[in-house]
Each structure stands twice: as structure tokens, then as C-alpha cells.
């Protein structure tokens, strides 16, 4: 398995960059709430099907 490394180097850079600008304007909260609800949804919709009752 290779890493492409400028691509690695390229994406956390911007992916910093949009968290610092995002934390500067107070938007970064509202994306980690949008990633928690997300997720959450995901674990509640897992949990449901590992409660299912198989025949």
C-alpha cells in the first residue's frame, strides 16, 4: 500500500485551515454538532437492527 503523500499534505492542510477559520467566525461548533448528530443517528439505527429478533 503507497501513501500519496501531497495528497495527505494537501488535505490536512486544508483541513485545517477550514477548522481554524471555522473556529475564528464560531462555526465550528454547529460542524461538530452536525458530525454528532450524524454519528448518533448511525449508532441509534445500528442499535435497532442488532435488536431485531431473527427467527
Do not use: C
Request: a negative charge.
Amino acid at each position: 500500500m503507497s501513501v500519496r503523500w501531497k495528497r495527505l499534505f494537501w488535505q490536512s492542510i486544508i483541513w485545517l485551515a477550514a477548522e481554524i477559520i471555522l473556529t475564528s467566525i464560531g462555526f465550528d461548533d454547529l460542524a461538530d454538532y452536525g458530525e454528532y448528530h450524524i454519528t448518533s443517528k448511525h449508532g441509534a439505527i445500528a442499535q435497532l437492527v442488532q435488536n431485531i429478533p431473527t427467527a
